[in-house]
């Protein structure tokens, strides 16, 4: 009985590998299709590229003086302090575009023919939310080299500037859980752009513009229950002060907090949309 048992175990294991290498190519198909697909559509990710970094400029021409205002952190210049909260919102406008590109596979139909397929159904999401990872860390990237040779500089080094890029691609798989469950939930392209609106009041209501230290009032409780404040801050740390373990845990951990509750919520309304139909 001992030989059927070890017999039987051995005969099952190759196919629970075959079934994960399966589930894996089809996972990296879907996401490099994600990825090109961001990469073939400039026009639509264009907007998160380039106004955060005109918010940006603004901010530095319109409230250089700010910074010395009592409470204010010291920072080289005003746009070394706006550098974290304009990758935080090119993230945010980014997933929109992610999450209105799924809705668009939900009104053509081709998110019908990958389910009539032999697609691990999690990996559809799962690919969808790889893209949003790469593009939200390239976005991280590309907006702290764009702003260099405007004189901001990475206190953190090298190590902190992979921090902040690896941030980037968790904050976009964050913000990219929220943006594909509504599109599931939808199935509307047109309702995943308009949450647009509610992620710039989210980072309106944050310290992604100014710091919590010069907040009042009812502005300030909210910025101080907002985590996207603690993610901003915990970027902005890394760039004006330099590499240390509670700016690295703010920069990581609370968007990894906000993708668990979001990949959630889309795995959620996935299955809700499979036994729909």
Do not use: C
């Amino acid at each position: 009985m001992t030989a059927t048992i070890t017999t039987g175990a051995a005969a099952r294991s190759p196919h629970a590998a075959d079934g994960s290498r399966v589930f894996l190519r089809q996972t990296w198909a879907m996401s490099k299709r994600s990825i090109l697909a961001i990469a073939r559509q400039p026009a639509l990710v264009a907007p998160s590229l380039i106004f955060p970094l005109f918010f940006a400029a603004l901010g530095a021409s319109s409230f250089s003086k700010a910074t010395n205002l009592p409470g204010f952190p010291k920072v080289d210049s005003f746009l070394s302090f706006a550098l974290a909260g304009s990758i935080v919102q090119g993230v945010l406008f980014g997933s929109v575009t992610g999450g209105a590109a799924l809705a668009i596979d939900i009104e053509d139909g081709f998110f019908d023919r990958l389910l009539a397929s032999p697609t691990s159904r999690v990996g559809i999401l799962l690919g969808r939310l790889a893209g949003a990872a790469a593009f939200g860390a390239f976005q991280a990237l590309f907006f702290t080299l764009v702003l260099i040779p405007f004189g901001v500089r990475i206190a953190s080094g090298p190590v902190g500037l992979a921090v902040i890029v690896a941030s980037g691609g968790i904050t976009g798989i964050a913000i990219g859980g929220f943006t594909a469950a509504l599109a599931l939930k939808t199935g509307s392209s047109e309702a995943v752009q308009g949450s647009f609106p509610l992620l710039f009041v989210a980072m309106f209501f944050s310290s992604a513009f100014f710091p919590r230290q010069t907040m009042q009032g009812v502005y300030r409780r909210i910025a101080d229950l907002n985590p996207i404040s603690y993610l901003v801050e915990g970027i902005r740390g890394l760039i004006v002060d330099g590499f240390d373990t509670v700016y690295v845990a703010q920069a990581i951990v609370v968007p990894i907090a906000i993708g668990v509750a979001s990949i959630a919520l889309a795995l959620r309304m996935l299955s809700s949309r499979l036994a729909a139909r």
